[in-house]
């Protein structure tokens, strides 16, 4: 049905509510110069602007309407009654500041995830103070640099990071005063291990790495890269934002890291994007666990208490992080329990492994091994035909699915970025698999349709330079 926008179908005089006589004196106006005379008001009534809202509503895509390939985001289905859970009156009403012994249940809660995250980590203790991932990372580099400092190095200006790390690494470093220099993956998408040792010296303070790497893939060379990290006093900093292909299997701990991130809005059980709430707690070494961001959660004979280390880089926030973020990530591992995090993971991949299988034929892929949760194609087999990526991600529209992430990482020529999550069926997986082949047999014989699509849905394309200069998120 062709959606009307609110000025058609406004008609002067039309009312949409009535309002009782004023039963008090009407207040006064602010000034006439601050009046502003028209201020083009649609005039519809009740109904209509019912219908207006709702059928616009209906537009809105989400995991709950359908499959959402976004890759490096998991947007995965998300269980609907951790969101009751995390509603509870005991959990909503409770203040930041009121008495300690009166939030004891809030607080063991705190604790006991503390311990959940650090014994999943393989690490020593875990902060959930941070609100996003990239202020994980921002806690985790101000920990090393407090670390180095703490002992009196202060050479250490640098921080390396590999070419296919997310942006908000080297970001993170460049905003904590370290140098973010960039060491080249290899072609098989690991990091370039010569130019790590030509690299590595007493300037730098620690390598960022993201397990598994941006192109999804585990770097198997990680213990070596450990060792020529941890020899020249270097620390290993791990980007652990998308841990749902390591769950119950891998341990950042056990892998030589230092410090890693998670982010509780990917992996646990909040939903990731659209800037909602978020959750990055910060998991430690024993050597880095006097810097935490405080408040930590501890037990003093019997009660739970907010402590603060004693070389604590600080709060980062007004009060102890996302609490109801939190709760859905509590809630989450304890229902699935330690077998239940190692099904995910195992689901995780093996559909990653299954779209990479049945789609490696139609589309180039540039890193021909197993992958983890996610898996990057490239489109260039289809810009050598005039097709770019945007123009396929388009096509997908009118097959009814979300595009997956396109031209990130950067690393990959026309990237195509698919991450199916665990939560996906083999119908599914199959019907996007249908759509990706439909699409590529496209490419070859009426390119034009991808040029001009999407053509089903209710804005055609875009002018994506106008649409990011000019943007106008009005109906
Ligand atoms: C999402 C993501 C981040 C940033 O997390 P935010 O919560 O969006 O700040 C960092 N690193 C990687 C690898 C990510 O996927």
Redesign the pocket.
Known sequence: MEHKSLPSISQPDKIGCSLPPLEVPPSKLPPKELLRQELGLPEVSEGELVRYFTSLSKFNYGVDTGFYPLG??TMKYNPKWHEEVAKLPGFTSVHPYQPIDSVQGALRLMSELQELLTEITGMAATSLAPM????G?LANILMVKAYHQSRGDKIRQKILLPDSA?G??PATSAMCGFKAVTIPSNDKGNLDIKSLKSMMNEEVAALAL?IPT?LALFDPQIAEISQLVHERGGLLFG?G??LNSLLGRVKFGDLGFDCVQL?L??TFSTP?GGGGP?S?PVCVKPILTDFLPSPSVTKNRGKYIFTSSTKTIGSLGAAYGNFGVMIKAYAYIRSLGAEGLKEVSENAVINANYLKEKLKAYYYLPYDRTCLHEVVFSGKRQKAKGIRTLDIAKRLLDYGFHPPTIYFPLVVEEAIMIEPTETESKETLDAFIDAMKKIAKEAEENPEILHTAPHNTPIRRLDEATAARKLDLRW
């Open positions: 490096s985001c996003a991932g990239s202020q990372e997310h908000t690494n993201t941006t980007d934002a998308n982010n809005h990917k990731h978020g990055g």
